[in-house]
């Protein structure tokens, strides 16, 4: 699906027949709307709620409700709401004459951009069918030889620390018997290997990251502020906060950096490697405003690079600056996209001091980016966690830095695999929203959900109640951990860190050598 | 066959029976008590693979590393002993001394070298003599075809051969060596024919680990151990409990109990119940050592120069017996291996899951001995959930 917005470059001339309009540059290109909207009238009670429903006022009013299915995004809110399911939302089946090079998204994008000039929007992750290498991993399980374990009877260990290590620690036999020398470096502790992802408050609502935030108290484990500050509601919540410090600097005090139970420097973002933040006028409120320390209205542009890091050097900078801050009692996380590099890029990071590296995969969410970068930049994790984890291990720093994992993670079956081609932790955005009552329409830019995720309207906001959200992502977490147990008793393991970077436990379906070999992974049907 | 950054398809897996015993005071018995032990145990193996362990069987030379090598052919023969004159002082090489057995066939040539490292080049180095062994052990055993280092401490060595144990022992003239700690194991593989190398026990240097069991998490302590240059060529589950061994007590220098805590780490639960201190260093460890926990089913044996140790994993999926008679402490996977050895002890126990029985000698006190057992550690077992 393409997007249908765009954003227009400010330093592009205007295009032709701005000025002055004539009748030929007006003339309409025929673009098929991508969903059909229809009625049972027979069912229909003319209630209207279908029209107060929608975000994207794709349905008014003339003795009955009447729909634009150009404006139609396919959030299936009014279907949803509809009292008496007369509603329905389908693709829609009419077909330009096909083509497998010149496809029906290919033409509905440069139709949109012939007719504004501007970069295509789109919100969330990459929805172009590359190979999704989780489907292509299977899990090992347990027969005879070693014995499965079943998790509700024994006991199935998850608890998982992010950040620094040492090698080797050093015991001391006292009177007492054996006591630790020295301190530990600060870390996370998470009863899951499950945090959730950055989302800023102004890409998602108020509501929306406060049932997240909520979730991850319950859960024991922890939220991301994202680049869009800490909100005075969400304070109570920051002991499990992981506070972001990102190109734009939005929000950034020595009191937010304090708040938190980590810092994260955000280098880049799967959905959009080597660009910056792009929050809509639209969605900046008085209270975003606020949050973010920027005037209402305006666009948040959080630049590309960090204006502060050129290099790994400046990046080391940084990172003890903020440790400076925090007087050394919060781990520092640096998140990056995965990139073609990503292994010598993850190692720079750790030697420059990082305690967490997180990598965002290239079909990671968004609340907006360029659909040119989103579609086309990056690697997918399972390739980065991978090379990421190898390297570290190569050069013997592994134990340096704690890896989370994330861009893609659909499920518990996905977070096991994750975590035994070596991620730490798995991060969950998209699968988050999803839990939220997200339907994924992509449309998170315009500011306009109509389930009161992605956006500020007030009328939109209050449709997401903050503690029931909370029960539901909660309650996906603690399905997805039952699952980890479950996966981790029928391998006959019962601590997640003995399937932690196992890929002996995993076999490839379907894959080819090469990259077998850079996922570690044997073919299936290869034994022990 | 390596032409990818792993091994295809190569690693056996197997159950077992194994027996130990120890003299706490040092009293050296020849090899035919627990010849008779694992001989009991003879259900618990199918004849792929047998062997011992034996310390204080070298009195004369207890200085020099012991190397018990094998060799396919002669061109292993060859390429290794380059490597072992190139940079070793030889004071002795000579044929490991065996009686013809009907049941062992087609043994390998069997060699044992007795050896010290170039003083100039330890110097040169700066590496401690083990790490120099260590070193040449590793790259015989990785990089020669056909050559296996089977041993390589001081004043102990190993013995092993495809075939039941009694018949290994009796191949390898066991009757003639006298040691004051004796580990024996009998294999039962459950894919491909035993492979000489691939018997038990695994050694490094003077760690000896015979192993009941198939470690679940062998996929993670592999690589964990790679990272600190140990390279697993054994195509076993058993030589990465002996490298855990060697890099957590002689590397990392934790004493003995904490590296058992460490393979069989106690559970989260029962660290928080744990008094402060304690809480923190259990909890430093599993942060720390996660990468070495060993998850899965095993009992295993090992010993060192004065020292036997047995464990189970963590939730006692295999069986593991100990006893104690005046001076001596035993080992068994059952009470019948034990009887065999001694048949009168004065006290049998079964160990609780992932707590150690620790024999060492000049000390009467059996780590794990249930008198011995305060109330600490008692809760602490208890907390275990027994198995």
């Known amino acids: 699906m393409s997007s249908t917005t765009t954003r227009r470059d400010p330093n592009a001339k205007p295009e032709a027949g701005t000025a002055k309009p004539n009748r030929q540059a007006r003339a309409p290109i025929y673009r098929p709307p991508d969903f059909l909207w229809k009625r049972d009238a027979d069912r229909c009670a003319l209630c209207k709620r279908c029209v107060q429903q929608c975000g994207f006022d794709a349905i008014t009013w003339e003795n009955g409700p009447v729909v634009d299915p150009a404006k139609c995004v396919g959030c299936h809110r009014c279907e949803a709401f509809c009292p008496q399911k007369a509603i329905t939302v389908e693709p829609n089946p009419q077909c330009l004459r096909p083509h497998p090079l010149w496809t029906e998204a290919h033409r509905k994008n440069l139709w949109t951009q012939a007719e504004t000039g501007g970069v295509l929007l789109s919100g969330m992750g990459n929805d172009l069918s590359y190979p999704i290498l989780w489907d292509h991993l299977l899990l090992d399980a347990c027969q005879v030889t070693n014995p499965s374990i079943d998790p509700l009877r024994e006991p199935m260990e998850l608890r998982t620390y992010l950040g620094r290590k040492p090698d080797q620690i050093e015991v001391e036999m006292t009177d007492d018997g054996p006591a630790l020398v020295g301190e530990m470096a600060p870390s996370l502790e998470l009863e899951v290997p499950i945090v959730f992802a950055a989302m800023s408050y102004g890409s998602i609502s108020l509501n929306a990251q406060k049932a997240i935030a909520m979730a991850a108290e319950e859960l024991g484990t922890y939220w991301n502020t994202g680049e869009g500050g800490l909100h005075e509601d969400l304070k109570p919540y920051a002991h499990r906060a992981v506070v972001q410090c990102a190109s734009g600097r939005f929000g950034v005090t020595a009191d937010y950096l304090n708040a938190g139970a980590a810092i994260e420097i955000k280098i880049g973002q799967g959905a959009k490697p080597g660009i910056g933040g792009h929050l809509p006028g639209e969605k900046v409120s008085a209270q975003v405003s606020e949050t973010r320390m920027i005037p209402a209205g305006s666009d948040a542009l959080s630049p590309a690079p960090q204006h502060d890091i050129y290099s790994i050097e400046d990046l080391r900078q940084l990172i003890f600056a903020l440790k400076e801050a925090s007087n050394y009692v919060k781990p520092v996380s640096v998140k990056i996209a995965a990139v073609h590099n990503v292994g010598a890029i993850a190692s720079g990071i750790v030697r420059a001091g990082a305690d967490i590296v997180y990598l965002d995969g290239f079909r990671g969410g968004t609340g907006a980016a360029p659909t040119v970068i989103r579609d086309h930049l990056g690697i997918p994790i399972e390739i980065a966690i991978a090379v990421v984890d190898e390297q570290l291990r190569q050069e013997g720093i592994r134990n340096q830095a704690s890896l989370i994992a994330a861009g893609g993670i659909r499920s518990s079956a996905d977070a096991a695999k994750a975590i035994a081609l070596g991620a730490d932790a798995v991060a969950l955005g998209t699968g988050a929203l999803l839990a939220l009552g997200c339907t994924l329409c992509q449309r998170c830019y315009t500011g306009r959900c109509s389930w009161g995720i992605t956006t500020q309207d007030p009328a939109l906001t209050r449709r997401l109640d903050p503690y029931l959200g909370s029960r539901r992502v909660a309650n996906l977490v603690r399905a997805w951990a039952a699952e980890l147990k479950e996966i981790l008793g029928a391998m006959g393991v019962n601590a997640v860190e003995s399937l932690r970077g196992s890929r002996e436990r995993l076999r490839a379906l379907g894959l080819d050598t090469t990259t077998m070999d850079i996922l570690g992974v044997k073919p299936a049907g290869m034994g022990a | 066959m390596r032409n990818s950054r792993f091994d295809r398809g190569e690693r056996n897996i197997s159950g077992c029976g194994l027996s130990g015993m120890m003299s706490l005071t040092g009293e050296r018995v020849d090899g035919r008590v627990i010849r008779e032990s694992i001989a009991i145990l003879h259900e618990r193996s199918n004849g792929l693979g047998g062997g011992f362990a034996a310390y204080g069987i070298y009195p004369e030379r207890e200085d020099q590393f012991a190397l018990h090598v094998m060799y396919e052919s002669p061109s292993a023969h060859k390429a290794a002993e380059e490597i072992i004159a190139q940079d070793l002082d030889i004071d002795l090489d000579e044929r490991i001394p065996t ?289």
């Open chain 2, 99 to 387: 009686r013809a057995n009907r049941n062992i066939v087609d043994p390998p040539l069997l060699m044992r070298y007795f050896v010290l490292p170039r003083a100039l080049q330890l110097h040169e180095l700066a590496m401690s003599a083990e790490d120099y062994v260590l070193e040449r052990v590793m790259r015989i055993n990785a990089e020669v075809p056909g050559a296996y280092v089977f041993s390589s401490g001081r004043n102990m060595g190993a013995f092993k051969a495809v075939g039941y144990a009694e018949d290994v022992a009796d191949f390898y003239r066991l009757e003639e060596y006298d040691a004051y700690i004796w580990i024996a194991h009998g294999r039962f593989p459950t894919n491909t024919p035993g492979w000489w190398a691939g018997a038990h026990p695994f050694t490094l240097l003077d760690w000896a680990v015979v192993h009941n069991g198939e470690i679940s998490s062998y996929g993670i302590n592999k690589r964990y151990l790679e990272m600190f240059g140990y390279r697993c060529t054994m195509r076993t589950d058993t030589e990465v409990m002996a490298y855990l061994l060697d890099l957590l007590i002689r590397r990392h220098g934790l004493p003995v109990e904490i590296a058992c805590e460490v393979m069989a780490a106690p559970f989260w639960e029962q660290i928080e119940r744990l008094p402060e201190d304690k809480r923190r260093l259990h909890t430093a460890l599993r942060q720390v050592y996660g990468g070495a926990l060993v998850n899965g089913p095993f009992a295993i044996v090992f010993g060192r120069q004065g020292e036997m140790v047995g464990i189970n994993d963590r939730i006692k999926l295999r069986p593991l017996v100990a006893a104690r008679q005046g001076s001596w402490l035993y080992l068994s996977s059952e009470e019948a291996g034990i009887r065999a050895m001694c048949p009168d002890p004065d006290l049998v126990w079964t160990p609780r899951a992932g707590d150690p029985v620790i024999g060492r000698l000049g000390s009467d006190v059996v780590i794990g001995q249930p008198e011995s057992i305060g109330e600490e550690a008692a809760v602490h077992a208890f907390a275990r959930g027994g198995g």
